[in-house]
C-alpha cells in the first residue's frame, strides 16, 4: 500500500509508545520523525521500536525536514497549545492528547486556525471508544426510556499517582474530569448551557490542590448533568469509566462502568393505585467495534481524512467539553453560576 501519512511524533514519554504501536501497524502511515526536548527520549524510543526515523529537539524543524503530513502530539498539557498552532500553520494535521489546550482563549485559537487551514485538529479521547458507552448512547437515544430529564455521573477513585498531579491546583478537575464530561455530551448529545461547581480537598487527602468536585450542568435538551468526583476517595471504587445514571420520562439507564449497561421501564398493564410501579429490564445489547479505546479513536481520526469530513473528536467538538472543565473551575473561583456561552465569549475577546 502506498504511504499516504507522514507522521512526526512530539512526545516521546510512556503515552506515546500507544501512539507510535498504532501508526506502525498502519500500511499507508509511516512514522518520519520524532521530536522530544530531550533528545535522548526520542533516540530510546527509536531504538525501543526499531524506527530508522531522525530524532529531534524542535518540532518545527522535525515536520519542514521530514515533510510530515500529521503530527501526533503526546506532549505535556502545557505544550498542547504551541505544538498543535505551530503543526497547523506548518499544513500538518494534528492528532493530539486531551486537553485541547489549557485556556478557552488557547482552545478557540485552535478552532479558528483549524477552519483557516483547513487542517484537522483532533482529540483524543479515548472513553467514547467503548463498546458498553457506545450500547449505553444507543440504548437511551432510542428512546428506550423517552425523554431524559437527568443525568448523573460519579466517579471516585483514590489515585496515588506521585508527581505533578499532587501539586496541582485542581488535579481532577484539570487533568481528569475532561473525559466525564465529555461522556455526558456524548451519552446526551447535548452541549452544556451553564455550570455550577464547587471544588474542594476533604480530609485524608494527599493532593495539594482540589481533588473533590461537584458540578450541575444544565444541558441544551434541557436536562441536567450532575458530576460528582473525587480522586482521593479511598474504598468502594467506581469504575475509571464513572458510574451512571440516566432518568427519563419512563424509566432508568443504568451503567456502573464495569458491566453491560441497562434499563428499567415502567410495565405495561394496569397499575392504578399502585404507590411504586413495576418495571420491565431492557438489556442495552452490544455494539460491535474493531478497535476500541485509543486506537479506535486514532481509526475514526484517520477515517476522517480519507472520507473528507471532520472527526467525531474535531476540535470544533471537543471546545465544548472543553468548556465544561475551565467554565466549571470559573464557577467554582467565584462562587456563582456561570453560562457557557458568555464564558466562551468572554475569551474570545469579541
Partial sequence: MTIKH????AGCGGMANTWVDYAKNRADTEIVGLVDIKEEFAKAMAERKELACPTFTDMKEAVQATGATIVFDV????????????????????FGEKPLAESMSDCLHIVRLSERTGKTHAVMQNRRFDPRIRAYRKLIAEGTIGRTGFIGADFFIGAHF??????MESPLMLDMAIHTFDQARFISGADPVSVYCQEFN??????????NAVCIY????????????????EGVPTSWEASWRVTGERGTAIWDGHGEPYAEIVAGGDQAGKFILSYDRIEGGRVEMGNTFHHGCLDE?????E?????ETDCGDNIYSMAMVLAALESA???RKVRIADFMQAASGK
Fill in 6 to 9: 507522514r507522521v512526526v511524533v
Fill in 75 to 94: 506532549t505535556i498539557p502545557a505544550s498542547h497549545y504551541t505544538i498543535g498552532t505551530t503543526a497547523l500553520e506548518l499544513g500538518c494535521h494534528v
Fill in 333 to 335: 473561583k467565584t462562587e
Fill in 307 to 311: 472520507e473528507g469530513r471532520k472527526p
Fill in 301 to 305: 481520526m484517520f477515517a476522517s481524512l
Fill in 202 to 211: 476533604p480530609p485524608g487527602s494527599w493532593y495539594a490542590g482540589n481533588a
Fill in 162 to 167: 506521585g508527581g505533578f498531579r499532587d501539586a
Fill in 218 to 233: 444544565e444541558m441544551s435538551d434541557g436536562s441536567v448533568f450532575n458530576y460528582r468526583g473525587s480522586w482521593c476517595a
